[in-house]
C-alpha cells in the first residue's frame, strides 16, 4: 500500500522551532518530487516548499524563505520540513505529497499521493 505519514508537529512559542518528517511506504520516494503544503480553515491549501526527487532544486514560498528548509534522505524514504523562527501565521495542517517525473510544481493537482497531514500551531 502506497502511503506517506507526516509526524513532529506540535505545540509551539512564536519564535521556535520544529521539524516535521514525511516518511514513505509502498514506494521510493527518490524518483518523486516531494511537497510540503500546509492549510488552515477557510484558507486553499498553499504550497509552503517542494523539493526534487534528487534534492538537488528546492523552493519555498515567499513566506517562509530563510526561515524552513527542506531536506530529504532517499536512503530512509523520508523528507523533512526544518522550521525555525516560527510565527503564527505558520500554524495550520501541514501536508507531505509526492509528484511523480522528478521535478516540483506548484499546482496541487500535480501531486499523487498525499499524507494525512500533522498540526502545527504556534502561538503563546
Known amino acids: 500500500q502506497l502511503q506517506l505519514v507526516e509526524s513532529g508537529g506540535g505545540l509551539v512559542q512564536p519564535g521556535g522551532s520544529l521539524r516535521l518528517s514525511c516518511a514513505a511506504s509502498?514506494?521510493?520516494?527518490?524518483?518523486?518530487?516531494i511537497g510540503w503544503f500546509r492549510q488552515t480553515p477557510g484558507k486553499e491549501r498553499e504550497g509552503v516548499s517542494c523539493?526534487?526527487?534528487?534534492?538537488?532544486?528546492?523552493n519555498y514560498a515567499d513566506s517562509v524563505k530563510g526561515r524552513f528548509t527542506i531536506s530529504r534522505d532517499n536512503a530512509k524514504n523520508t523528507v523533512y520540513l526544518q522550521m525555525n523562527s516560527l510565527k503564527p501565521e505558520d500554524t495550520g495542517v501541514y501536508y507531505c505529497?509526492?509528484?511523480?517525473?522528478?521535478?516540483?510544481?506548484?499546482?496541487?493537482?500535480?501531486?499523487?499521493?498525499w499524507g494525512q497531514g500533522t498540526q502545527v500551531t504556534v502561538s503563546s
Open positions: 523539493s526534487s526527487s534528487s534534492g538537488r532544486s528546492t
Open positions: 505529497a509526492a509528484k511523480g517525473y522528478y521535478t516540483c510544481s506548484g499546482s496541487r493537482k500535480d501531486y499523487n499521493y
Open positions: 509502498g514506494f521510493t520516494l527518490g524518483y518523486y518530487a
